[in-house]
T-cell receptor, first 111, second 112 residues
Framework: DTAVSQTPKYLVTQMGNDKSIKCEQN?????MYWYKQDSKKFLKIMFS???????INETVPNRFSPKSPDKAHLNLHINSLELGDSAVYFC??????????FGNGTRLTVT | DAKTTQPTSMDCAEGRAANLPCNHS???????VYWYRQIHSQGPQYIIH???NNETNEMASLIITEDRKSSTLILPHATLRDTAVYYC?????????????FGKGTSLLVTP
């Protein structure tokens, strides 16, 4: 009965590889987000999709490309991974003014 | 969005009330005050939010000053499981979603 689920939980890969993180929510929300939490623990918004349309795109390199096949899914594809991409990535969802519900994160380690 | 200021860390004895302050002196009239917490290795968890009036739910109480320039999150009977980083955020909410910008938060340690 997990509300916001992310896969994988852990991802270890080498520089230059391309990887994807998947997110699904079963709350019926119409807005989904990707956040990045770096080693200093700052949590920053990356993207937001509302009804499959991109509405927030903070200054994120073009190597990051979100894809929303439907309202319940928001996947994050990362090309040409760099060491600085190592972080915990959190997916979240909301609807209207409802609070954000977060997944438990994907810990990405780039070696 | 209005900026918030929180103490870096706080301690609280188990069973006592934990009072976490937040200053948001530049808050505008249509901005809500949200509180989230992040327990180690987990995603942030919503606690409570309010606009002008004090709010209470099963997790906590939120006290907002009359001028709205500061607020206090109260955990009435802290337990060891309340040890976490607590974030105070102010934001305008819209029907098309909103992005919460998390600051450094307050690291609350509940001790036996």
């Amino acid at each position: 009965d997990t509300a916001v689920s992310q896969t994988p939980k852990y991802l270890v890969t080498q520089m230059g590889n391309d990887k994807s993180i998947k997110c699904e929510q079963n709350l019926g929300h119409d807005t989904m987000y990707w956040y990045k939490q770096d080693s200093k623990k700052f949590l920053k918004i990356m993207f937001s999709y509302n009804n499959k349309e991109l509405i927030i795109n903070e200054t994120v390199p073009n190597r990051f490309s979100p894809k929303s096949p439907d309202k319940a899914h928001l996947n994050l594809h990362i090309n040409s991974l760099e060491l600085g991409d190592s972080a915990v990535y959190f997916c979240a969802s909301s609807s209207g003014n409802s609070p954000l519900h977060f997944g438990n994160g994907t810990r990405l380690t780039v070696t | 969005d209005a900026k918030t200021t929180q103490p870096t860390s706080m301690d609280c004895a188990e069973g006592r009330a934990a009072n976490l302050p937040c200053n948001h002196s530049t808050i505008s009239g249509n901005e809500y005050v949200y509180w989230y917490r992040q327990i180690h290795s987990q995603g942030p968890q919503y606690i409570i939010h309010g606009l002008k009036n004090n709010e209470t739910n099963e997790m906590a109480s939120l006290i907002i000053t009359e001028d709205r320039k500061s607020s206090t999150l109260i955990l009435p009977h802290a337990t060891l499981r309340d040890t976490a980083v607590y974030y105070c955020i102010v934001r305008v909410a819209t029907n098309s979603g909103y992005a919460l910008n998390f600051g450094k938060g307050t690291s609350l340690l509940v001790t036996p």
